[in-house]
């Protein structure tokens, strides 16, 4: 017959055998070093800060280097454009100045025809020949400085004789004078008046 064991025996606690399990297995488990954490949590926010706002002043500085090139270059273009319009629009300015003096022939020989000539074919043959040739001029730009009841302007005007008349009037013309477009291309030749002269008593 065996002998039994009478002591009393401990009770068994499964509860504190488990915690005790677990103190055990965190003695052993992995402490996180400094290493492991986020870099931008280690670093020096100041530092970051700085940083962020230099690289803000460069680019705005380089926006506005940009900015400048491009605005720059559009008015670079605007005036090539505007040169090669204007070198177009006055290109012919040396033949319309050198087709004036025949245009002045025309006129003077249509002035001049005599009563007995007038209304012959030959003589509207050249008037139509006249208003043609004077058309295509008109097309390119070329148009009479006006004298009829103007005031006397050196921009546009070359006084020739003072007469009497109204003082600082045009009172004749006597040789046309043109534009191109906006600019003079022959001043009209003319007599100004400077006023009457006082009777001497």
Same mark, same amino acid.
């Given at each position: 017959? +065996?002998? =039994?064991?009478?002591?009393?025996? +401990? %009770?068994?606690? /499964?509860?504190?055998?488990?915690?005790?399990? #677990? $103190?055990?297995?965190?003695?052993?488990?992995?402490?996180?070093?400094?290493?492991?954490?986020?870099?931008?949590?280690?670093?020096?926010?100041?530092?970051?800060?700085?940083?962020?706002?230099?690289?803000?002043?460069?680019?705005?500085?380089?926006?506005?280097?940009?900015?400048?090139?491009?605005?720059?270059? =559009?008015?670079?273009?605007?005036?090539? &454009?505007? $040169?090669?319009?204007?070198?177009?629009?006055?290109?012919?300015?040396?033949?319309?100045?050198?087709?004036?003096?025949?245009?002045?022939?025309?006129?003077?020989?249509? #002035?001049?025809?005599? %009563?007995?000539?007038?209304?012959?074919?030959?003589?509207?043959?050249? &008037?139509? =020949? /006249?208003?043609?040739?004077?058309?295509?001029? #008109?097309?390119?730009?070329?148009?009479?400085? &006006?004298?009829?009841?103007?005031?006397?302007?050196?921009?546009?005007?070359?006084?020739?004789?003072?007469?009497?008349?109204?003082?600082?009037? =045009?009172?004749? $013309?006597?040789?046309?004078? /043109?534009?191109? /477009?906006?600019?003079?291309?022959?001043?009209?030749?003319?007599?100004?008046?400077?006023?009457?002269?006082? #009777?001497?008593?």
């Amino acid at each position: 017959m +065996k002998n =039994i064991d009478k002591r009393p025996r +401990k %009770p068994t606690s /499964y509860r504190g055998e488990r915690l005790a399990k #677990e $103190e055990r297995e965190n003695q052993f488990a992995e402490v996180p070093s400094e290493a492991n954490q986020p870099v931008d949590e280690l670093m020096d926010m100041g530092s970051l800060q700085k940083a962020l706002t230099g690289e803000r002043e460069k680019s705005e500085k380089y926006l506005a280097s940009w900015q400048r090139s491009q605005a720059d270059f =559009i008015n670079f273009k605007k005036r090539n &454009e505007q $040169e090669k319009a204007e070198t177009v629009k006055f290109a012919n300015s040396a033949l319309m100045s050198g087709l004036l003096p025949v245009l002045d022939d025309f006129e003077r020989a249509l #002035e001049n025809v005599t %009563p007995k000539a007038a209304g012959t074919k030959w003589v509207e043959g050249i &008037e139509l =020949i /006249y208003r043609k040739f004077l058309a295509v001029l #008109e097309s390119q730009g070329l148009s009479k400085v &006006e004298t009829d009841g103007a005031d006397f302007d050196p921009r546009f005007h070359e006084a020739v004789i003072h007469d009497e008349g109204e003082e600082g009037k =045009i009172t004749q $013309e006597l040789q046309k004078g /043109y534009m191109l /477009y906006d600019r003079l291309l022959r001043p009209s030749m003319v007599k100004v008046g400077k006023g009457k002269e006082s #009777e001497s008593g």
